[in-house]
Every structure is written in structure tokens, then in C-alpha cells.
């Protein structure tokens, strides 16, 4: 699509697939039109190319549209403000370290880790540890991650037809009522203990226990799980897929990888629980995940309805059109990125020259619907990637770039098997 959106410059695309012909929306002013200037016009609601599976996961709440998102997105964004995130970095520093501490052993017998396998279980320990009170243990969270996991793969072939009715069976939809199943399975019982206890802890499993409606009622159990499945994929999703593609990215640039290790070797000391002031010494860390974003940005299709007729810049959209917005695509744009598939963090220099147009670069999508995790994964993902780099090297045991799959998310198709070794040992007391 990159290419197709290249040798259209300013123009909205209609694409033929099948029975429908989406409008791709590529340009940064359309893509701010939909998302923004006239979001009201463009939902996720209806019949869309992506939204009704999802429902399926995340039911009527932040995934969905209209008032019980809106209910919903109130209920879950205090927990994300930065002032409450930013109270949290040591918790979540500390739970980060204890889990790439279990990665000592491997490393001493030479023993190959999963890049996703492991990023998945330092993310899980640390969101447990600041989000669920510890009412989850790491082995069930890693658990609902991998069925999360199952959801994005199985939903690719509903993405490869999408002019396929959701009630037509397709390959997938099995492996995906299963996955949502086991997610409940591991979910639903925290929503009951909750419920059961009256529990005025502040974690985010009590929070949605005792949370009431626009009538003051409270949440039925069905709201509560729907916000905690969408919470729960909120908190983990982006980072553990993004931080896969950066250790192959990596070896590919070596010059990118010299600078990024003498940095963190330079800030962060080999048994550190990284605090804020470090944190914000990382600049060069904060310019590769920016780069990182750009190239593989987790959500990269974001389908939308038009509800009624509208025109985009001269193109006429007719009611119940499906529109296919695109950060990958976008960000990849050669009239908007110079050398757009050359992986350069100097892109996001602090003075280099600002971009062309706000939404050139949108990997948390925009408007009201922009991902409430955003913020998190500016801590998460430096506090992971800084504390795994000062302890370990690594390298890959299949050299190459992984390809991409087609998928809910932007995964790569094949494992990132990693064989990690000591870097520096902590000084002795």
C-alpha cells in the first residue's frame, strides 16, 4: 500500500477488494480530517473491516464507540494521567528489574530466550505490580497475553476479506472465541473477588469493582470485564509487540547500537532501578523508540464508517463507506520522510526540523480516540529496553530482519530467538 499511496501524491485512493472498495486516506490533512476535524462522522461502530471482531474481545466499552465508550474511557484514563504514572516509576522500575534479573540464568548457561516470550513477562510483571495490586500472577497475565496473542493472528483472514459477512465462518474464528474464552477464565474470577470484597484499594481490578454509572449503578459484571480486557490489552499490547522489532533492528545498525549501549552504559549502572532523572537522560533511547514507532507502529490499519456523505479535499464519500486509515503507510511517505525505509533516529533529534504535518507521524492513532497508553509506553518501553541493555548483550541466533504478518497488530511473521550474555557485573559493596 506504501507504494500505491507514493504514486498518489494528495490523493484519496479507492481500493478494489472484491465486493467493497475501501477509500485509503494516507495524506496527513485527510488523515486529521477523519480522526479530528470531523471525527464525528467517522466511527468505529457499524460494520467495519476490523471493529465487530474486536467488540467480540473488548465488548462495548474504550474499544468500542459512543456513550458507553466515552463512559468508559473516563473510568479507565485516570489511571494513565502522567502525574499518576509518573508516581509510579519506581514501582514499575523495580518490577522491570526483578524480571530481567530472571534472565541471569539463561544468559550464564547459554541457554536461548524468545525476544516476545521474555518482553511479554517483564511487561506483565511490571503492569501487575502497578496496575493489579499483585491479584494476577505473572504466569496467568502472560497467559492472557499469549491469547491476546491469538486474537491478532486469528483476526488476519477477516482482514484479508473483509467484504465477508461476520456471520459467514471463516478460518480463525474457532481459535478466536477460544482465546477470548481462556481470557475470561483468568479475568472474570478477579472481576468476582472484587465485586465479592468491596475492596477500596486503589489497583485497577477494585477501581472498576465499585464504579458506578451516569445513574449511580453499579457497573454490571459484564461492563467491568469489558473494561478490564481492554485496560489489560492497553497496558501491554503496544510495547510487547514494538520492543520484538528492535532487537533485529539492531543488528542491522550497528552504529545505532554503539551509540544506544555507550548511552545507557553511561547513565544507567549494571544493578540499577532506573529513576526519573535518568530516565530523562536517555535522549538518544527516546529518539530510537520514536524511530521505532515510525517504522512498525503497532496499530497499523485503523478502519472507520463513514456515517453520512461527506468530501474529503474533492473526493465524495458516500454514507456507510469503509475508510482505511494507515500509519504505517503514512509514516512511511516519501514527500513526507526523507529515506523512508532507512531505520534513523535522527529524526527525532531535538533539532531536527519539524515535521511537515501533525499527522505525518500518528502511531497512537489521534483524536478522541488516541490510545490512552501512550504516556505509558514513553516510561514502559526506555525502562525496559535501558535496564535489559546495561545488564546484557545479545545476539540474534537467526540473523536477518523478521518479515512482517498481516495481523491485528504489526507482529513479525517469525521468533526473534535471542542468546543474551552478562555486560557488566554490579560493583561489590
Given at each position: 500500500?506504501?507504494g500505491?499511496a ?25 488523515v ?8 464525528a ?8 473491516m ?53 534472565l ?49 493472528n ?7 476479506t ?77 510495547t ?18 554503539a ?153 513479525p ?17
Open positions: 500500500m506504501v500505491l507514493d504514486s498518489a501524491p494528495g490523493r484519496i485512493v479507492r481500493l478494489n477488494l472484491g465486493t467493497i472498495r475501501p477509500y485509503l486516506v494516507t495524506e496527513p490533512a485527510h486529521q480530517h477523519v480522526l479530528r476535524d470531523n471525527a462522522n467517522y466511527t468505529r461502530a457499524g460494520d467495519s476490523l471493529w465487530q471482531s474486536v467488540k467480540k474481545l473488548g465488548g462495548d466499552g474504550i474499544l468500542s464507540e459512543g456513550p458507553q465508550w466515552e463512559a468508559s474511557r473516563r473510568r479507565l484514563q485516570v489511571h494513565f494521567t502522567p502525574k499518576r504514572l509518573d508516581a509510579a516509576i519506581g514501582d514499575l522500575s523495580r518490577a522491570i528489574s526483578d524480571a530481567v534479573d530472571d541471569k540464568l539463561p544468559a550464564r548457561n547459554g541457554q536461548p530466550v524468545d525476544a516476545a516470550d521474555e518482553i511479554s513477562r517483564i511487561i506483565c510483571q511490571a503492569v501487575i505490580k502497578v496496575f493489579f495490586g499483585d491479584r494476577i500472577t505473572v504466569a496467568d497475565a502472560v497467559r492472557v497475553v499469549a491469547e491476546q496473542d491469538t486474537v491478532a486469528a483476526l488476519r483472514f477477516r482482514l484479508l473483509p467484504f465477508m459477512p461476520d456471520a459467514v465462518p471463516m478460518p480463525g474464528d474457532r481459535a478466536f472465541r477460544q482465546a477470548v474464552r481462556n481470557i475470561d477464565d483468568i479475568l472474570l474470577p478477579l472481576v468476582h473477588a472484587a465485586r465479592a470484597e468491596d475492596d477500596e484499594g486503589d489497583d485497577i481490578v477494585a477501581s472498576l469493582a465499585r464504579a458506578r454509572d451516569a445513574h449511580g449503578r453499579r457497573l454490571d459484571e459484564q461492563r467491568v470485564r469489558d473494561d478490564l480486557v481492554s485496560m489489560f490489552a492497553t497496558t501491554t499490547e503496544t510487547y509487540v514494538v520492543l520484538t522489532w528492535l532487537f533485529p533492528l539492531l543488528e542491522q545498525q550497528p552504529d545505532v547500537a551509540r544506544l549501549y555507550e548511552e545507557i552504559d553511561r547513565v544507567v549502572g549494571p544493578d540499577d532501578v532506573i529513576d526519573k532523572k535518568q530516565l530523562g537522560e536517555l535522549r538518544y533511547l527516546r529518539m530510537v523508540l520514536d524511530e521505532l514507532l515510525r517504522a512498525y507502529p503497532s496499530g497499523w490499519l485503523v478502519p472507520r464508517t463513514a456515517v453520512a456523505d461527506d468530501v474529503i479535499d474533492g473526493t465524495r464519500v458516500r454514507a456507510g463507506s469503509t475508510i482505511i486509515l494507515s500509519p504505517y503507510v503514512t509514516q512511511r511517505l516519501a514527500r513526507f520522510w526523507d529515506r523512508p525505509e532507512v531505520f534513523d533516529p535522527e529524526r527525532f533529534a531535538p533539532d531536527a526540523p519539524r515535521r511537515a504535518h501533525r499527522y505525518a507521524y500518528y502511531p497512537f492513532g489521534g483524536g478522541a480516540h488516541q490510545c490512552i497508553g501512550q504516556y505509558l509506553f514513553q516510561l514502559e518501553a526506555p525502562l525496559i529496553v535501558a535496564t535489559l541493555l546495561s545488564r546484557f548483550r545479545y545476539r540474534l541466533c537467526t540473523p536477518g530482519m523478521p518479515s512482517a504478518k498481516l495481523a491485528a497488530s504489526l507482529r511473521r517469525e521468533r526473534v530467538p535471542l542468546l543474551l550474555t552478562p555486560h557488566r557485573q554490579p560493583a561489590l559493596a
